[in-house]
């Protein structure tokens, strides 16, 4: 079964770090790229940053840039997302997807994950 599984959301205080964790099974990630995304409630999906599968180009939204860090271990089939300087308007649910590229209306492989809440507060 094809699945993706993220973990390491959590409260926060403003200015404070997590890193979030994407871990695929059932199918390995070296060949996809890899997208994180947020959605805050009330608001639609938004991506906030991608990986391509060997890790040589990275992307982001401007309002996250500076702050997070998007990399992968394809040894464990894993993808991070540090994220530091964390604001109010980060709190969100964190989804990661494979992708068959990063960039928009690349096609996506398999499912969603089920997200990882992330609140930072003021």
């Known amino acids: 079964q094809l699945q993706l599984v993220e973990s390491g959301g959590g409260l926060v205080q403003t200015g404070g770090s997590l890193r979030l964790s994407c871990v695929a099974s059932g199918f390995t990630l070296d060949t996809y790229a890899i997208g994180w995304f947020r959605q805050a409630p009330g608001k639609e999906r938004e991506g906030v940053s991608c990986i391509s599968s060997r890790g040589r180009s990275t992307s982001y939204a401007d309002s996250v840039k500076g702050r997070f860090t998007i990399s992968r271990d394809n040894a464990k089939n894993t993808v991070f997302l540090q994220m530091n300087s964390l604001k109010p308007e980060d709190t969100a649910v964190y989804y990661c997807?494979?992708?068959?590229?990063?960039?928009?209306?690349?096609?996506?492989?398999?499912?969603w994950g089920q997200g990882t809440q992330v609140t930072v507060s003021s």
């Open positions: 997807a494979a992708f068959t590229r990063c960039g928009t209306n690349a096609p996506r492989f398999g499912p």
